[in-house]
Structures are given as structure tokens and as C-alpha cells.
């Protein structure tokens, strides 16, 4: 069913501008404690969805936090797999960034060096020189987990393309960042935080009135599980090879397995297949094995919205004919893309890589034109559809593996959290842990237990109560 919702800026308001919905009487409205007024009580059952099981595992975007408001998510009609024209990638994306620049005068790119952001910035930058608006772009200056500066890497890149723009680079010293201000739409789900609203600012100080990222790159448009059988029947020997030969030299036992399991998925019953296909595309985020930070009603809580998850993966799995590489493409976009920006801003953001309309036609795609084996360096391979919106002479200076910005990230991690204890754990949401404590339990904790923090504070501050698990 496609969304009957009206557009902002020309992008679709399903994916680009969050609206809620009451469960009352189904009122729509882009601020859910106007929906939620006069009682003005939040959930810790949904907050609890943030920090633990699936939802935490798989990065999922919040849940509207209040009672009797949900997020209005309706589905996208998305098409068959191998149903969109190939040849027409550059072109589709070219309306997409034009979409998200909207009418916008002046905008900003936020450009980290690699393939996603740098597709969205090439296009933009020929776009806005071609009508004669401004565009700027904010670099992040992190250190990679090999000691690479991403402001080095972008000044060698736009010399190479010979681009000169107005590069604004921040430092990765957030301590001196003032946060955001609290939101009624929930949470952030980003993690840098002082760092994106420095970005805002930057954005806002220029004249710019939307901010533009590569957000949802990797997951509308690069390579993920069960190719095998795509790449095949394109007697794509070669490519065929190197792809499973990667899951192995990732150590990644598991996977090897699963593609084999997809080629005869369609002779199991639809149950049988749809259990493998969990256990083993989906085994991390739904058997993490870790121990659980929520206390134990919220744990169980957690536990019943994933039961409820799966029940409705198995419908639309057996929708699509059980079909393994249309499952793992969906499970890789959705339902992230509804939220792919931080969520609060005064100021738009977009990606055009979740313009509702280039997932449709990225969805459609031949599965095996998102993998190729060209070049010596295998993270490439991976983003095959990426390098063809990217110039010949940019190429060179690409990075050759996935950034993780490890050693930064932990000193972000201790810096976080404030010491002494927490609202969400006078609050029963979980159980009493210190930073180091979190941090051991995964690596990401601290920061999403910060930003619920901080999220139930201000929600506090405004009047709001709490509502415990029933």
C-alpha cells in the first residue's frame, strides 16, 4: 500500500519527517506530545526497547516513548527484486539528492571520506553550481582505528576532483560542544551527539537550511547476504567465488552455511526456512548472549515485543515467497530508514539514499549488481552500485576498509556518563551499573543509556510521568 501522505521540501514526510499517530482516534500530528497532552505520560516498557535485545542489538530507531502515541510508519510498496532498470542508478539518484536539497538556497553536506557521503556531495555539488546555490560541507576530524585523520583523507579528495568549497572542520573535542536540546520525539539515536549539533549550527551560522548525509548508504545500496544464487545464474563465476571466499576469511562459518541453506530454502516448509534464515542471518541481533542491563520485568518486556517482531518477519517473509536475498535486503533497510536522521533538530535533514523513492527502485534492483569483485581490496566489492555514482579520479583515494574510528569511540564512551547514579536506574528501568560496567557489556551502551538519560530528564523537567511496566 503506498503512503497517501503529502511531501516537504519534495521529499516524502514517511521516511524525511517524523509523524505520529494517536491510538485513540488516530490523529496525526509531527509533534506526539500535542497527541499525547493533557496526560503527558511516557513508557519505560519502550524506552526499555533502546537498551537491550534486538532492538539494541540491531540499532533499531526509537519507539515514540509516549502512551497512546505511536510512530506512523505505514509500508512502502516495495517492488520485486531485479524489477528496476540498472542503467538508471545515476539518474535515480540524481532526483533523489535534488528531493532532499528541496528548494533549499544554501546546504551542507556532512562528508566523512567515504563512498556514501562522498556519492551524496558529488551530486549535490553539480547540482547546486548548475542553479547557482551554495553548498558547504563539515568534516568531523576523528582519527580511524589505523591513526587516519577524515580531515586529511577529505582535503586530498576534493583536490584530487579539484572541488573547492567552504570545508568547515570540526575537532573531536566534544567536551567544549554544547548538547542538544531535549526533544518531545524521543531519544537521539545518533551517538556523537555534540558533534552533529555542532554541525546544526555550523549549518544554521551560514545560511543553510538543510544538512544533507550519507546515511543509509551501506544498507539501501551496498551487498549483503544470499547473492549467491543471483550471482549464479549470471555465471558470475569469479565474483561468486570471492564472495564466499570473504565470508570466510571473515571466520564466518555461520554465514557460508546460510548461503548454502538459501539456495534450498524453497523446497522447506515456509516455517522451517524462515527459522533458518533467523538462526543464521539474524543470529547476533536475536541470541546475543550477552547479560541483560535491564532489570528483569523490562527484560521480559523486551523479550515479548521480539516474539511479537518475528511473528510479523515470518508473514511478510512468507509474502515474499520466503525468498532469502528479498529478506535480507528488507531486514537490512527496515524499519532504520524510517529514522535515519537524529530526531529533534531545527533545521532538515536528509539522506537520499532513504528518499522513499530511491528505496523503492534500490529495492528492485538485480541483487547481484551489488556485488563485484574489481580491484584488489575487498570493502570495495561490497559497494559496487556506490562506485558508479563516484568520478574515475576519486577513486585512488577511497578508503579500502570499513572506518570503525575504534580509539575515539571508547573515549567518547567514558566521557559520557556522569558519575553517581542514574535516573533510569531510580526509575527500576536497569539494574545498578557503572560506566565500565555498561562498557563491558557492549561498547555502545554507555552512550544509548546516556541518551535515554537524558531524554527521561528533560521529560521530567517538562512535567511528563513515567509509566512502569504492567
Known sequence: MRSELGTS????????EPLYSRTEDGALDGDPLRLAAPAKRFSLERLALLLDGLPFEAEFPPECPWEGVVRHRPPLDLPPLGTSDESALREEFAAAVS???????????????????????????????????????VVWNLRDQFGKATASLVHRQLRAVGISCDL????????????????????????????????????HDIGATVVLSGQGGDEVLGA????????????????????????????????VAGEAAALAARRLPPQTSFQLYVATALRDVVNSGRPSVLTDV??????????????????????????WATASLRDSIFPWAYDAHPLGAPIRQRS????????????????????????PHPYPWYKALHLRLLPPALRPLLPEYKQ????????????????????????????????????????????????VERWVAGALEAGAEPVAAR
Open 9 to 16: 521540501g519534495g521529499v516524502s514526510d514517511v521516511l524525511s
Open 352 to 375: 537520499p539514499f532513504v528518499d522513499d523513492r530511491f528505496v523503492r527502485y534500490a529495492f528492485g534492483l538485480p541483487p547481484a549488481a551489488r556485488f563485484r569483485a574489481e580491484g
Open 224 to 255: 549483503w547476504n544470499h547473492l549467491s544464487a543471483s550471482l549464479a545464474r549470471g555465471r558470475r563465476w569469479r565474483d561468486l567465488r570471492h564472495y564466499l571466499a570473504a565470508f570466510g576469511r571473515g571466520d564466518s562459518v555461520v554465514e
Open 99 to 137: 528531493r532532499s536539497l528541496g528548494d533549499a538556497e544554501s546546504a551542507v553536506v556532512l562528508l566523512s571520506g567515504g563512498m556514501d557521503s562522498w556519492a551524496v556531495f558529488v551530486q549535490a555539488w553539480e547540482q547546486t553550481r548548475r542553479e547557482g546555490r551554495r553548498l558547504g560541507a
Open 298 to 323: 523490562y527484560r521480559d518486556s523486551v523479550e515479548g515485543w521480539v516474539e511479537d517482531w518475528l511473528a510479523a518477519r515470518f508473514a511478510s517473509f512468507q509474502e515474499a515467497g520466503c525468498d
Open 404 to 451: 570503525s574510528y575504534s580509539d575515539a569511540f571508547r573515549r567518547y564512551v567514558l566521557d559520557v556518563l556522569p558519575e553517581g547514579p542514574l535516573l533510569v536506574e531510580e526509575l527500576g528501568l536497569i539494574k545498578p551499573m557503572d560506566r565500565l560496567d555498561l562498557e563491558r557489556v557492549h561498547p555502545r551502551l554507555p552512550i544509548v543509556v546516556r541518551n
Open 168 to 203: 568547515h572542520v570540526l575537532p573531536a573535542e566534544w567536551r567544549a560542544l554544547p548538547e542538544p536540546r531535549w526533544s518531545p520525539l524521543g531519544p537521539r539515536h545518533d551517538y556523537y551527539t555534540r558533534l552533529h549539533q555542532a554541525t546544526v549550527d555550523h549549518a
